[in-house]
């Protein structure tokens, strides 16, 4: 009898699972295996938020193993050693695994596959599985040349490159005699507090917010996207990062759409492929200056601090990382707002807020998270690494009516718009009956500070 292993790593998914219907095309019994990997945990990337997430979506993919007459296999401990002895306890050929691209996950392919060609089973690796175009297929013309660095030739190869079809979840999945360590509780994973809003993880979750995202919000997702208000972006990401949903599924379900609001999605899709093959090829970009500018970023302990919790003075600023702390979850805008105001107006390395987020997002992913915080802070791959994004005029710009920062600052609820726009300039006196902060620094003041750090002119936007 053929036995093989499918390997779940970043995509707890059943529909459109490269690696499971590899496995189950391979073999009469398959076994579905999860390790939970004592090795993340010594990383400082298992964090509660993640945690909690992860814990949700085992649970949902056991129960839709169970429904097709097999179940989640869990075994506790390094996830090399632990699949191998599956593999010789079970007897399998071959272990199949979704191609990574961090340098955990290059490592622990590398170690994999040695492990086991050393016990004569073999390793196959499905590339397409975590994003839609395997990272490493489309390179720009010119030697030497094996990622592209920006964004909009990118795009434009994307966008012709020709996708894999979506794979039917399998209706039935055979397991050999295999012993199996309970589910893991999210406690067990990370011990600490999680936010309060926290979304529920899983592929039956990821399936139902596709489904009401699809039917309705992706048609004015063009226009409202940036609106902080408005709410208006499809909250995917957690079930794309732990691959509860199938980015090549979510693709070509909008193509299908054929809605300005579905266009301007996708492109979103190709940011995270885009992310993903920066960081396969450079994989030193998680923690190194991708374009080192030679800053000298500022300590600035006391101001990184309040930025964390949301106590700048700057209102939009502090209602993004209030957002973050109480949901592990921020629109991209406000994302990228709160990341500016900590690298170019507070000047304090980017490493500094990319770990700060790592610790709360749920969706926290080291190819988007690192890369897009380059981005922002003018290391990555921005054609424009100056520009500085002014708080005032995005709160303007993004929350007009001020809606977003009274949803999040309990203590502005009564202001109107126009007061809470020109908070951070009002004097003591008239700040004087409420609860909040001055600002912790002057723009005029933090342009000055980052102009001189990099040595350079000023754009702003
Ligand atoms: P939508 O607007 O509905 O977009 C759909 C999907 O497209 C997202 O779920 C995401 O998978 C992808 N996407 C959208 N924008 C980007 C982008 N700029 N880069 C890469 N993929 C994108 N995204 C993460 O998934 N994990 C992170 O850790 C992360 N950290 C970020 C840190 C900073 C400083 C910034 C500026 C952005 C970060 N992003 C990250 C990207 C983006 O902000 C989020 O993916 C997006 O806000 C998630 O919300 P959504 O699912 O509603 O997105």
Redesign the pocket.
Known sequence: MRVSVALFTADLRVHDNPVLVAALKDAERVVPLFVVDTGIRRTGFAVPNRAAFLADSLADLDAALRARGGRLVVRVGDVVEETCRVATETGAAVVHLAGGVSRYAMRREERLRAELAGDRRELHVHEASLTVVPPGALTPAGKDKDHFAVFTPYFRRWEGFSVRGVLPAPDTVRLPDVRTAGLPGPQSLASGPTSPGLPTGGESEARRRLRS?LAGPLCA?DDQ?DDLAADA?????????FGCLS?TE?LHRAREQHNPGAYA?VR??A?????HQVLAARPDAADHDYRPRHDRWRRGALETEAWKEGRTGYPVVDAALRQLGHEG????????L??SFLTKTLYVDWRV??RH??DL?V???????????Q??AGTGTDTRPNRVLNPLVQARRFDPHGEYVRRWLPELRGLDAATIHRLPDLDDATRADLDYPARIVDLAEGAARFREGRGIGRETS
């Open positions: 995202w997702y996207h972006t499809s909250r995917l990401s957690p079930y794309l990062h980015p979510l999605f979103q899709l940011w995270r492929d885009f992310h979850w921020m629109p991209g805008r406000a994302r990228m709160a990341a807020g990319a987020f790592l997002l969706d926290g992913d080291i190819a988007d998270n690192q890369l897009n915080w981005w922002v």
